[in-house]
């Protein structure tokens, strides 16, 4: 099956091919996809948005992927803000060093943190399927690994005891990451669909 996936970021794109591909689905991109307004006040509806607009510009079932990390000393934030918690969109060394700042002097079982993810499917046939996925850890008190993106340096996965996400393998971010869970909770949603 062919799933148009509505991102522009790269690194978030690379993650959602390279776990759809193995479930047997087509991805595909649309150098067309509009800039979306993120204007939701929840992951899910975001994830919709992004969704509804590439399938707008392709005609093609499409994904749309919402995701961030939720801290628990913040209240819940950087969550639908985290691309821009620092100011600049995307700007991933200013947003993870804002987060440290803010934590600065917390002790490790003040730092609870759960990276989210909301996945919106849209089809031709109006039909639309939302679920999300979960990562539960903590932030670090200081960024480590050069792998994957955005707070991946400085979130300590429960499943890793005392490693970051951006010291994992792709292979293990995939099997415990909030994206992870949430594309194979959709992919078996989408088997069900049509079978
Ligand atoms: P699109 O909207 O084009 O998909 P984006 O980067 O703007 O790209 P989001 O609005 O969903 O995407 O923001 C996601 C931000 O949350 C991202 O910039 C990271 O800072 C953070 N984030 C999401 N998933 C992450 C992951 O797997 N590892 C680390 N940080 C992540």
């Known amino acids: 099956m062919k799933l148009l996936v509505a991102t522009k970021n790269e690194k978030k794109r690379a993650e959602l091919e390279r776990i759809l591909a193995p479930l047997g689905f087509v991805v595909v991109i649309d150098p067309a996809l509009p800039e979306v307004e993120e ?18 510009v392709s005609g093609l079932p499409c994904v749309g992927d ?76 200081a960024p480590k690994g050069k792998n994957g993106f955005g707070y991946d340096p400085v979130f300590l996965p429960n499943e890793f005891p005392g490693k970051t996400m951006a010291q994992l393998s792709a292979e293990q971010k995939d099997a415990i990451s909030h ?7 959709l992919a078996n949603k989408l088997k069900e669909e049509l079978a």
Do not use: M, Q
Request: aromatic share 4%.
């Open 39 to 56: 204007n939701g006040t929840t992951f899910e509806e975001n994830a919709r948005l992004k969704a509804l607009a590439g399938y707008a």
């Open 66 to 141: 919402d995701s961030g990390l939720c801290v628990e000393a913040l209240g819940g934030a950087p969550g639908v803000c985290s691309a821009r918690f620092a100011g600049k969109h995307g700007n991933d060394g200013a947003n993870a060093a804002k987060l440290l700042e803010l934590l600065d002097g917390l002790p490790p079982e003040k730092r609870g943190a759960r990276f989210v993810c909301a996945l919106c499917c849209v089809f031709p046939s109006g039909k639309e399927i939302l679920l999300r996925g979960v990562c539960e850890g903590a932030v670090a008190a």
């Open 179 to 185: 994206r992870g869970r949430a594309l194979r909770l």
